[in-house]
């Protein structure tokens, strides 16, 4: 056996080896989905009886039953994820728009004060929600906000700092002279932006946009503060009124309802998962 034979037999154990640790981990990564899924299609009294991936007695009434919510109520999981999707949507373009809008303010605009204030912008990343989270309610309470959807939806036109500080790379890798030649054939700032840079980050604006979704999706603190109707409530709220501690829990029907709440973002990733790692990756670009 000459060098190259063992060569490209030493690369095959080798990648042999990395592909199964990959798969054996991945599959213990997975294994809570998994198990998740397919409890759902299990009775009550077998969920916790095995961790057995394989449902003994196959059931459809989890998901029946979770679906129509409650016999107290007329609101179903219909009008609860009809609440998600449209919180989710309408706060995923007011992020993605006004956060592009205060990236290219940083990134192309010389005013005073504008290291400053790109500082105290990032410096917000570093604040956790709870830290905003009384003198928010304060606030809101006081607009009267409490009880609709104005308090999720609002804050999140003001712009985003990781948002801004992700398109603000974008905006920095491209050449000044494009700003240059638009100027010379008559553009104002707000046509350069409109015109010229903003289809130039499409990446960036898909990447914001998916996380801005995926966040606003799985919130949980935010809904609870403020949506206290059920008619209000998002799926998130809607699952946690299944678990109820002081008398019987409907695993069942959480964990039916739970996996139809991932197919939103399940979706949303595999059709823009390339504009994921291109947007990230690229934050890295000099400045």
């Known amino acids: 056996m000459d060098l190259s034979q063992r060569q490209r037999r030493k690369d095959f154990i080798n990648s042999g080896l990395y592909h199964l640790f990959m798969i054996v981990f991945g599959f213990f990564m997975l294994y809570p989905i998994l198990w998740m899924i397919i ?18 007695n196959l059931t459809f ?7 129509r919510f409650s016999e107290n109520t007329q609101y179903s999981f219909t009008n609860f994820f009809a609440n998600s999707i449209y919180i989710s ?4 373009i007011g992020a993605v ?15 005073r004060g504008r290291a400053f204030w790109f500082s105290c912008m990032f410096l917000t990343l570093m604040l956790p929600y709870q830290v905003v989270m009384v003198p928010q309610y304060i606030m809101f309470f006081n607009f009267g906000w409490v009880n609709t959807f104005y308090p999720l939806i609002i804050p999140q036109f003001c712009g985003q700092a990781f948002f801004i500080f992700l398109m603000v790379q974008f905006f920095r890798g491209v050449p000044m002279e494009l700003d240059e030649s638009a100027v010379i054939d008559g553009c104002n700032k707000f046509n350069i932006f409109i015109r010229i840079l903003f289809p130039l980050i499409k990446p960036a604006l898909i990447t914001s946009a998916i996380f801005s979704f995926y966040w606003r999706w799985d919130d949980f603190l935010a809904h609870l503060l403020y949506l206290n109707r059920t008619q209000l409530y998002t799926v998130s709220l809607a699952l946690r009124n299944f678990a109820d501690p002081t008398s019987h829990t409907d695993w069942g029907a959480i964990f039916a309802m739970g996996s139809l709440s991932l197919l939103p973002s399940l979706v949303i990733f595999f059709l823009f998962q390339k504009y994921i790692v291109e947007g990230i ?7």
Do not use: C, H, Q
Not at 61 to 67: P, Q, S
Not at 97 to 111: D, H, N
Not at 281 to 287: E, I, Q, R
């Open 39 to 56: 409890s759902s299609f299990k009775p009550n009294n077998e969920i916790f009886d095995s961790i057995s991936l394989i449902p003994v």
């Open 61 to 67: 009434e989890n998901y029946i039953r979770g679906w």
């Open 89 to 92: 949507s309408i706060t995923t």
């Open 97 to 111: 728009l006004s956060s592009s809008l205060v990236a290219y303010g940083f990134a192309r605009i010389r005013f």
């Open 281 to 287: 990756s690229t934050t890295g670009m000099k400045a």
